[in-house]
T-cell receptor, first 112, second 116 residues
Framework: QQPVQSPQAVILREGEDAVINCSSS?????VHWYRQKHGEAPIFLMI?????EQKGHDKISASFNEKKQQSSLYLTASQLSYSGTYFC?????????????FGAGTRLFVKA | DADVTQTPRNRITKTGKRIMLECSQT?????MYWYRQDPGLGLRLIYY???????NKGEISDGYSVSRQAQAKFSLSLESAIPNQTALYFC???????????????FGSGTRLTVV
């Protein structure tokens, strides 16, 4: 049930772009994205609720393809501060209510 | 002050000892959670509570128990700690949308627990 994130790790130079994908085998109600610095708490970036929805702030955006049960996170003109591990949280509807399952994470390293 | 506060931040304990991890929040959220994070496995749900009288098991609840003392407080106990419970533990809260879906999590700073 755990969503699959790809790539597992990526190294970028400052200013380069990256795409992180999250794919589920289950029908999705929503997708959340988080960034976690080493040893710190995951920080909520955004939530996508509707199929085909795109969201973003600053140079980080995301899309959600409900039919394909996939979401992608786009990091544009990456900055050193973007380094960290990115997690998707996929929310499904099951008997009894909603359930969130997190991916294993994508490690992103931005170098100068 | 942080929205979600966990204590202690680090703890080393011996096998067989009982240990409690505490969590308090100022978000005003009804929903609270305990997650465990292990390298390469992501976040796994231990227990969750949607209000003071509601406690539910997550996917890895064996060996753990919880107590929801108030809307703002949710504690996790390891009754008899074992080495494979060594991990990073996060408390989290969430708001919810009109349909009942989770509207994003706010995590505490984590407790790094080592069982020797």
């Amino acid at each position: 049930q755990q969503p699959v994130q790809s790539p597992q790790a990526v190294i970028l130079r400052e200013g380069e772009d990256a795409v992180i994908n999250c794919s589920s085998s289950k029908a999705l109600y929503s997708v959340h994205w988080y960034r976690q610095k080493h040893g710190e708490a995951p920080i909520f970036l955004m939530i996508l609720l509707k199929g085909g929805e795109q969201k973003g702030h600053d140079k980080i955006s995301a899309s959600f393809n409900e039919k394909k049960q996939q979401s992608s996170l786009y990091l544009t003109a990456s900055q050193l501060s973007y380094s960290g591990t990115y997690f998707c949280g996929t929310e499904i509807i099951q008997a009894g209510g909603f359930k969130t399952i997190f991916g294993a994470g994508t490690r992103l390293f931005v170098k100068a | 002050d942080a929205d979600v506060t966990q204590t202690p931040r680090n703890r080393i304990t011996k096998t067989g000892k009982r240990i409690m991890l505490e969590c308090s929040q100022t978000k005003g959220h009804d929903r609270m959670y305990w997650y465990r994070q292990d390298p390469g496995l992501g976040l796994r749900l231990i227990y969750y509570s949607f209000d003071v009288k509601d406690i539910n098991k997550g996917e890895i609840s064996d060996g753990y128990s919880v107590s929801r003392q108030a809307q703002a407080k949710f504690s996790l106990s390891l009754e008899s700690a074992i080495p494979n419970q060594t991990a990073l533990y996060f408390c989290a809260t969430s708001d919810f949308d009109p349909a009942g879906g989770t509207y994003g999590y706010t995590f505490g700073s984590g407790t790094r627990l080592t069982v020797v």
